[in-house]
C-alpha cells in the first residue's frame, strides 16, 4: 500500500514522499491517520540532538481509524478510533505482565528505527525507512 509521509534523510531537512507500506503482521494495526503532530521530540531528532538513524519517517502524536489488523488482534476492531500510543510495549516481558513501564522491549526499539520485531514496515523504491516509536504517525 503507498502512503504520504514526511522523511528525514538528512539532519535539518524534511521531505514529503510517497512510501510502500507493508500490511501489519502480528499484534499490530494499520491506522488511517487523521491527525499527527510534529512536536519538541521531533524537532530534536531532525536536528540530530536525540540520534536515530537516518533515514526516518518522525511522528508519534497520531489519531485516525483502524483500516486493518494483523493475526492474533481482537481489539481495536477495523473501524475503531484510535490515537496512536508512545508507550511501545510487548505484552509479555517481566515488565508488561506486572502493568509497568519500560517495556524491556519496547523501550530498546523506541528510537532504534524499528517495530517490535526489529524490522521496519516503511520502504521508499526499496530502501528501508526508520520508525519512530514505532509508529512514525
Known sequence: MNVQ???????NEINLRTLELDEPKAGE??????ATGICHTDLSMLRGNLPVPLPFVPGHEGAGVVEAVGPGVTSPEVGDHVICSIAVTC?????????QAPCDLGGAVAFAGTMLDNIVRLHDNGQ?????????S
Open 5 to 11: 509521509a514526511a522523511v528525514v534523510e538528512n539532519l
Open 29 to 34: 494495526v494499520l491506522v488511517r491517520l487523521v
Open 91 to 99: 505484552g509479555q516481558c517481566y515488565m508488561c505482565a506486572r502493568g
Open 128 to 136: 528501508d525507512l526508520n520508525h519512530i516509536i514505532s509508529q512514525s
